[in-house]
T-cell receptor, first 115, second 112 residues
Framework: GAVVSQHPSRVICKSGTSVKIECRSLDFQATTMFWYRQFPKQSLMLMATSNEGSKATYEQGVEKDKFLINHASLTLSTLTVTSAHPEDSSFYIC???????????FGQGTRLTVV | QQQVKQSPQSLIVQKGGIPIINCAYE??????FPWYQQFPGKGPALLIAIRPDVSEKKEGRFTISFNKSAKQFSLHIMDSQPGDSATYFCAASNGAGNMLTFGGGTRLMVKP
């Protein structure tokens, strides 16, 4: 099946710093990628839709200036958590679709811990 | 986001049992219903998916039953194994390429 790679898998950062998470579609091009956030023992909550070559679409309640999304190519979307705080600690997951008619393939997730 | 309600939150079965996980949705525009399996610290992996034009789909030990009029769908795992112990999520979207709305998840434990 299609492969979506996320990097890093784990990151620990200090409060106030920024962290960049990469999501790559390894064997297909994805015009749209999605970023989710998952707290322990909870479901996945959509944060934003990343569109190649245009601005991301953020879900209600998600601060676009805090969670910067860049989808600069058809195989790479990045999520930057700016001025991170301990409450931003979570599991961040991206997904991509091979084309508009196919299922979502998920990355392996990134565990962010802000200390 | 529109809701997808999933139950139960947790489930324990013996090896060989048939756990059943149920989901209900509200948005009649949804036309794609996948199930995902997630192990701790990993991203979700697609198990099986169904569209509303069929009432049942089977892939290996996994079966989806779909009731369009009731706006409900369920996952059955036949001959469950300890390796099936994971969290299962149902989801829905209006088109396979669109954003998914996830259910709350079910933590399944299959005892040896």
């Amino acid at each position: 099946g299609a492969v979506v790679s996320q990097h890093p898998s784990r990151v620990i950062c200090k409060s106030g710093t920024s962290v960049k998470i990469e999501c790559r579609s390894l064997d297909f091009q994805a015009t749209t990628m999605f970023w989710y956030r998952q707290f322990p023992k909870q479901s996945l909550m959509l944060m934003a839709t990343s569109n190649e070559g245009s601005k991301a679409t953020y879900e209600q309640g998600v601060e676009k200036d805090k969670f910067l999304i860049n989808h600069a190519s058809l195989t790479l979307s990045t999520l930057t958590v700016t001025s991170a705080h301990p409450e931003d600690s979570s599991f961040y997951i991206c997904s991509a679709h091979r084309d508009p008619s196919t299922e979502a393939f998920f990355g392996q997730g990134t565990r962010l811990t802000v200390v | 986001q529109q809701q997808v309600k999933q139950s139960p939150q947790s489930l324990i079965v013996q090896k060989g049992g048939i756990p059943i996980i149920n989901c209900a949705y509200e948005n009649t525009a949804f036309d794609y219903f996948p199930w995902y399996q997630q192990f701790p610290g990993k991203g979700p992996a697609l198990l099986i998916a169904i569209r509303p034009d069929v009432s049942e789909k089977k892939e290996g030990r996994f079966t989806i039953s779909f009731n369009k009029s009731a706006k409900q769908f369920s996952l059955h795992i036949m001959d469950s194994q300890p390796g099936d112990s994971a969290t299962y999520f149902c989801a829905a979207s209006n088109g396979a390429g669109n954003m998914l709305t996830f259910g709350g998840g079910t933590r399944l434990m299959v005892k040896p």
